[in-house]
């Protein structure tokens, strides 16, 4: 197949390309590099499969050429990013979805968007299932992340419904590994960098919050089942096992083999308004329609995400 993978020099897009190609495939990938990195992909550089097109989404995307998928992945997920970048951040999701919808329908393709257990909002119903509607305040610091991926959710199906392109919609919870940007803001760069400085772990108020952390090599197994899956609507993906915050710092100090402290902060920004109390997939639909489940436990998981950010801090 050749494939177009939209941040495809981002986190999960980049390990995406690496999955196609190493399944035969044609990979094109696409990246306006704001949060994306070449160093990403640029062991696939002269890969005689892999091509890069340096290119935002919100504009008018021109590929040559037959495409048989489409994986919108393009996006600001971290909340420093999308509180940082508001306005890109709305417009990747709305204008970056319809142009990449419009592309689909032009070449005849399988299109996948990649939404978020953000479209949840601070959830009222634990764990999350794919029929819940969330609970998002349009208005708040969250919300342009937020409605933007639900407004991308209702493009994707109006184009289902409407155009009758072939789409598939996953849900992505929190996921980790190697490549997350170091300054991107979130849980796991944060503890981790500073688990191997040796310098306090800023758990955010009192910590009491909780999270599900999904090693990316699960999550990117699952986003390959369900394209070629049968399924119809958004499915989650995500690891079940819960953790709140504290002892995930506790957890990454332990498996960092660090004598770091943790600390206690109140964020000056909005980045903890609205921020969700409690996260957990229910993947109860990715367990029966797609045969998956995570396979990868936390602590590994982390092992391995370590090694990476060891090298990346120059510890090596
Ligand atoms: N968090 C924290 N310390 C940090 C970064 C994040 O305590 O240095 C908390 C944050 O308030 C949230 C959780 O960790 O409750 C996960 O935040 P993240 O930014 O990773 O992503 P989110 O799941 O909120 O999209």
């Known amino acids: 197949m050749r494939i177009l993978i939209t941040g495809g020099a981002g986190f999960i897009g980049s390990h995406l390309c690496d999955r196609y190609l190493a399944e035969g495939h044609e990979v094109i990938a696409m990246d306006n ?17 892999f091509s890069f097109i340096h290119h935002d989404v919100t504009n008018y995307i021109y590929v040559a050429g037959v495409l048989d998928r489409v994986l919108h992945l393009a996006s600001l997920p971290s909340p420093v990013d999308y509180l940082n970048l508001p306005i890109q951040t709305l417009k990747v999701g709305a204008l970056g979805t319809h142009n990449t919808l419009g592309l689909a329908l032009a070449k005849g393709a399988r299109y996948l968007l990649a939404s978020t257990s953000e479209v949840y909002g601070d959830p009222l119903v634990h764990p999350q299932d794919e029929s819940y509607w969330g609970n998002v305040n349009p208005v708040g610091p969250r919300g342009v992340y937020d409605e933007s991926k639900r407004f991308a959710e209702a493009l994707t199906m109006a184009y289902d419904r409407y155009h009758d392109v072939d789409t598939r919609i996953v849900r992505i919870f929190n996921t980790y590994g190697p490549r997350m940007r170091l300054e991107d803001g979130r849980v796991v760069p944060n503890f981790i960098s500073q688990a191997l400085r040796g310098v306090p772990l800023t758990v955010y108020d009192k910590g009491q919050r909780t999270r599900s952390f999904c090693y990316v090599s699960d999550l990117v197994e699952g986003i390959v089942r369900l394209l070629e899956a049968d399924v119809e609507g958004p499915v989650n993906l995500g690891n079940p096992s819960e953790i709140t915050i504290v002892d995930f710092a506790k957890l990454v100090i332990d498996v960092a083999e660090s004598g770091a402290e943790l600390t206690f902060v109140v964020p000056k920004d909005e980045r903890t308004r609205d921020d969700p109390k409690q996260r957990c997939p229910d993947i109860s639909l990715a367990r029966e329609a797609l045969g998956w489940e995570p396979q990868v436990a936390l602590r590994d998981g982390l092992r391995k995400t370590i090694v990476y950010f060891r090298t990346r801090l120059g510890l090596d």
């Open 33 to 49: 590099l704001k949060t994306g990195s070449t160093d990403n992909i640029a062991h696939l550089a002269g890969h005689p499969r």
